[in-house]
Every structure is written in structure tokens, then in C-alpha cells.
T-cell receptor, first 113, second 113 residues
């Protein structure tokens, strides 16, 4: 069974540029999470989807961050414009199929110059 | 609010030695507790979890953890570490079984040959 797929794995951009990250969850998983992991820190939840509905986006900085999961499967997280402080790893996780476990993808490492 | 404290940022042990990683949580009721491992460039992998029942939990890769309510602790142990165990370990807590997970800052484990 394929795991959570994320792309790109690495992204380097200049500040003020837009950037997008893509996540494809494990097949059949209805719940999808985006986490932000700063260097030397644990992941912090940005947004949680149940199917196509964002049920917890309280930690998402909505002035520059947006996310969508239009068909309830894959998801895109966007930053526009990016700031230096956005340099971090962006992790996607999914849960479903009767399990309580969140399965994480490898993450996208973003560097903003 | 829930929180997780991992008091050791780095731990170094010799290969074959025993290991204990400390974790303390703050939460009023019985929490749901997790240990994840993150190898360089990899996503987080669940080692074990505690929801209820037996307070000594067995996980993958020979790890175990013990929930001690009186000490608000959920320490991770392994009787004999292998060089491949070198990674970052995260303790985490959730309020509900399918709620967002709050992660500690992690403990980086180094293995001496």
C-alpha cells in the first residue's frame, strides 16, 4: 500500500514569491492534516480536513496561507507571498480506514531566501 | 491547554545499551499518548500509542512505553539500541482519539559504535 505522497520534496524560493505544496493521502483516508515543523521543533497543526471540509483551521495564518481539498482526496497548501520565517518543513498526514493512527508523508522542505 | 515536555534535547548512548527517553504531559483528563520517530529526510513514523488499558505499551522496533498517571509521564524505553535507532523522537498527546496531536520538541538520539 502506498503511503502519503508529498511533492515537491524540496523548494527554494525568494521572499514574496508564491509557493504551493501538494499532498496525496493514503487511499480511502478521509481525514487529512497539514503540519508545520520548524527547525528543532515538533510539528504543529495548520489545518485538518474531513473529506473536503476544513474542520479545524484555527492555526492557519489566513492572511498568506490557503489550503484546499476540492474532491476530498488530494490537497494543496499555498503560501502567497512567502516570508523568510516560512522556511520550514511542511508535513501532510492522513487517517482513515477505521484506524486512529495518523500516517505522515516525508514532508516538503521550504527555504525562503 | 495540553502540552508535552521532552526535557532532553539530545541523548547519546552506546550501541547495545539500554535507552529511556523522558516525556511529561500536561492535561487534566486521561490523554491519548503517542511516540513518533523521525529519521533524517523522512516523515514521522508511529512507534506506539496509549489510549487505555494496560499502562505498559509495546510498539514496533522493540520499543515500549509506560504510562504513569501519578507522574504525568509516558517514557519510552528500549533494552538494547541499534545504530539504526539514531533519529529524532517525538512524544505527543491528543485530547480525543481523533483529535489534533500536540507534539513535544523532540529528543535527538545519537548512537555510539
Amino acid at each position: 500500500e502506498a503511503g502519503v505522497v508529498q511533492s515537491p520534496r524540496y523548494k527554494i524560493i525568494e521572499k514574496k514569491q508564491p509557493v504551493a505544496f501538494w499532498c496525496n493521502p493514503i487511499s480511502g483516508h478521509n481525514t487529512l492534516y497539514w503540519y508545520l515543523q520548524n527547525l528543532g521543533q515538533g510539528p504543529e497543526l495548520l489545518i485538518r480536513y474531513e473529506n473536503e471540509e476544513a474542520v479545524d483551521d484555527s492555526q492557519l495564518p489566513k492572511d498568506r496561507f490557503s489550503a484546499e481539498r476540492l474532491k476530498g482526496v488530494d490537497s494543496t497548501l499555498k503560501i502567497q507571498p512567502a516570508e523568510l520565517g516560512d522556511s520550514a518543513v511542511y508535513l501532510c498526514a492522513s487517517r482513515g480506514g477505521g484506524t486512529d493512527t495518523q500516517y505522515f508523508g516525508p514532508g516538503t522542505r521550504l527555504t525562503v531566501l | 491547554a495540553q502540552s508535552v515536555t521532552q526535557p532532553d534535547i539530545h541523548i547519546t548512548v552506546s550501541e547495545g545499551a539500554s535507552l529511556e527517553l523522558r516525556c511529561n504531559y500536561s492535561y487534566g483528563a486521561t490523554p491519548y499518548l503517542f511516540w513518533y520517530v523521525q529519521s533524517p529526510g523522512q516523515g514521522l513514523q508511529l512507534l506506539l500509542k496509549y489510549f487505555s488499558g494496560d499502562t505498559l505499551v509495546q510498539g514496533i522496533k522493540g520499543f515500549e512505553a509506560e504510562f504513569k498517571r501519578s507522574q504525568s509521564s509516558f517514557n519510552l524505553r528500549k533494552p538494547s539500541v541499534h545504530w539504526s535507532d539514531a533519529a529524532e523522537y517525538f512524544c505527543a498527546v491528543a485530547k480525543l482519539r481523533d483529535d489534533k496531536i500536540i507534539f513535544g520538541k523532540g529528543t535527538r538520539l545519537h548512537i555510539l559504535p
